[in-house]
């Protein structure tokens, strides 16, 4: 990094290392870096050791360890581009099989689309996971008071047209918190499992209530539920209550 720019003296190669994770990051390293650099005159060296000790960004591409044989991860992708990008990340973090016997890793993924908002994303967010996930999973993402019911017909109806078929690669679960079990249960050893739409928020709107919710609490319960270890509970919405 930082060779032949105009400031002589930032001349020479930086090795910078990153713990962050998807390939979109290193676009974000560099601007981070440069405006740390030239912004507000940190040394390149410092710049980069700042990078090495981020951990994690809160909600961005944030894995959820609790011990299973797949990875899970949080990512605040709710827009067809960022769906895109997220679901391109997954696809190069799955581990290589030279064995042909073996079935391949897959992209399983839950998301949703907000009511009362751009209605053109729930178009545009199916004809991405179709074609870049194995699975999807649609449901609920703040649908305030919009149906829906409607909302995910209208998503399902989409990747319907685009090849998805029911029960196969293309589910519909109304909860949150059911669509995050069912998608952690569809998995086998070496899949990932992404939950997006929501990232660091804390909450999710119905009608006009905002309930709490978290989606890195809600897929450590169900990792808990499932490993059968200690854990958070599964944060309440409205339609929990549908769940017998």
Known sequence: LFRDLPDKSLDRTVPVKSKLIGSYNNANI???????????????????????????????????????????????????????????????MLPPSDDITRQPNRVIVIYGSAGLRDREKRRMMPVVSVEKAD??????????????????????????????????????????????????????PGDIVMSCGKGHEQSMCFDTTEYAWDDRTAMRAALSEMLDIAGPSMPYLPTSENIS
Do not use: C, W
Not at 30 to 35: F, P, V
Not at 47 to 76: H, K, P, Y
């Open 135 to 188: 699975i999807t999973i649609l449901t609920a993402e703040d649908p305030r008071t919009e149906p829906l019911d409607d909302i995910l017909r209208e998503m399902a109806d989409e990747a319907s047209i685009n090849g998805a078929t029911k029960g196969e690669d293309l589910f519909i679960e109304p909860d949150r918190g059911n669509a995050i079990r069912l998608g952690l249960s569809l998995a086998r």
């Open 30 to 92: 560099l601007a981070a870096m440069t405006a740390a650099i030239y912004g507000l005159q940190i040394s390149p060296e410092v710049a980069a050791q700042g990078i090495f000790r981020v951990a994690a960004i809160s909600g961005r591409m944030e894995m959820i360890d609790l011990g299973q044989n797949f990875t899970a991860i949080v990512d605040f992708a709710h827009t067809p581009n960022a769906l895109s990008v997220a679901l391109d990340s997954a696809r190069a």
